[in-house]
């Protein structure tokens, strides 16, 4: 079963921001790789763009369809996980750990607050589905 | 699930690439309950069936099916169907769930004929089982002898002990089987089949492995190859059109079409560069607008991205190299021959 970490916020879009000091990392739910099934591209954004709360941060390509990934919160590209590139299937494995997005330099932490939690996303999805 | 028309689909269940290559190298288990079912009856059942399809009614037998069109004036595609000759008098008609109730209106339309036009959804739910393993599957819930079906024949028998179609027809480009029931013994067919076929490898699959399946077998699906706006000579579909056995609704408009020469075809293509090129892309060639992709997806056979599109019919030939816009950008493809996958003999 998944596991949603207590310390990560989550958005409708099923993206999870997870905040060290000023630093936030980026991933789709679990909940988001088992909707798209086995995927096989994922397309992210250069290192240094600015990113905007709720625009398009880069996508993901399943067998079934591409999928927008929209930035949970705003800031600029700090880090970016390459490894992803060569072994996309990572995001079915282990979309809450290993096989984060990006990381992204806080332009307004605040941001972060509005985010649903753990347990209000949970809620959702289970309305959801 | 996915709301498909009205129906809570299911997408997939242990993942498409799974299913796909159980249905490939064992089997896999369709519900396909959504599709549409019409019966034809009465002494000039034929001349309707004849008079509105593409193909040649006329040349079936008892048990026996074939693959044809229902088309407009224009010559468009209606709707593609399969139409079961179960005797002289009745044939059985399963057609595309998104098009049933125009199909019955069209072919009511029509009837000019000694015949009677039945809605008969509601009476039939459908399995489809699918792969090498269907058979010797399927064998250990019927007494009826499976190898004594050939490819698009038809039985009617008894499976678990309930009245059943049984079709050796499928939309995988494997062998298997259809299987037509009482929507009230669906469910428990559905079990019996999956806890039959658990020693043999089945898997239950959903809509996501229905398209890769038929795309690597270049099966046509209404809405993406085919539609009101593309003609039988368009679509690589000829084959289903028999103009020699007298009028049908469409003739007039394929023999000019014929005449006059397609101006655009079916092509497939491989992707060369990374993305893939789906379903409404648009197709370049030598920088140009060329045409359009109609169904693209990476294929879990062979392993690469693959798919259909229309491109006018001097480039429509093998090698051409293509570049699909793939959310603006231009990836390299090439055209390459259909079907993408055959299954060994």
Known sequence: MSNYPDTYRYTKEHEWVSVEGDLGTVGITFHAQKELGDIVYVDLPKLGLQVEQGKALGSVESVKAVSDIYAPVSGEVAEVNDALTSAPEKLNEDPHGAAWLVKLKLANPSEVQKLLTAAEYQTYIGAES | ?345
């Not at chain 2, 799974?18 to 002494?43: N, Q, T, Y």
Request: proline share 4%; hydrophobic share 40%.
């Open chain 2, 1 to 345: 699930m996915v709301d498909f028309g009205g129906w809570d689909m299911p997408v997939q269940y242990s993942g498409i690439v799974d299913e796909h290559h159980a249905v490939r190298k064992a089997a896999g288990l369709f519900d396909v309950s959504h599709m549409g079912e019409i019966e034809i009856r009465g002494p000039e059942a034929e001349l309707l069936m004849n008079y509105v399809s593409t193909n040649d009614a006329s040349r079936l037998r008892d048990g026996q099916a074939q693959y044809s069109a229902l088309l407009y004036d224009h010559g468009g595609f209606v709707d593609d169907i399969l139409v079961h000759r179960v005797h002289a008098d009745e044939f059985f008609l399963c057609v595309n769930a998104s098009n049933q109730a125009k199909d019955f209106a069209w072919i009511r339309e029509h009837n000019r004929f000694d015949a009677e036009v039945i809605f008969a959804s509601e009476r039939y739910a459908q399995l489809a089982l699918q792969g090498p393993r269907a058979l010797e599957i399927l064998q250990t819930l019927t007494p009826v002898e499976l190898n004594a079906i050939r490819y698009y024949w038809f039985t009617d028998g008894e499976v678990c002990g309930v009245p059943a179609r049984i079709a050796r027809t499928g939309y995988t480009g494997e062998d298997g089987f259809e299987v037509y029931v009482a929507p009230e013994q669906a469910e428990r067919l559905w079990r019996e089949l999956l806890a039959a076929g658990a020693p043999y490898g089945i898997k239950p699959a959903g809509l996501g492995a229905r398209n890769t399946l038929r795309l690597e077998a270049k099966m046509a699906l209404y809405g993406h190859e085919i539609d009101a706006t593309i003609t039988p000579w368009e679509a690589g579909l000829g084959w289903i059109v028999k103009l020699d056995k007298g009028d049908f609704v469409g003739r007039k408009a394929l023999v000019k079409q014929q005449e006059a020469g397609v101006a655009r075809q079916l092509a497939g293509f491989s992707m060369v560069g990374r993305g893939i090129g789906r379903d409404g892309y648009e197709v370049l060639c030598d920088g140009r607008l060329a045409g359009w992709v109609t169904s693209g997806s990476p294929s879990p056979t062979l392993n690469r991205n693959i798919g259909l599109c229309y491109l006018p019919v001097e480039l429509a030939t093998v090698g051409r190299a293509l570049q699909i816009l793939v959310r603006l950008q231009p990836v390299e493809a090439v055209t390459v021959t259909t079907p993408f996958y055959k299954r060994p003999k």
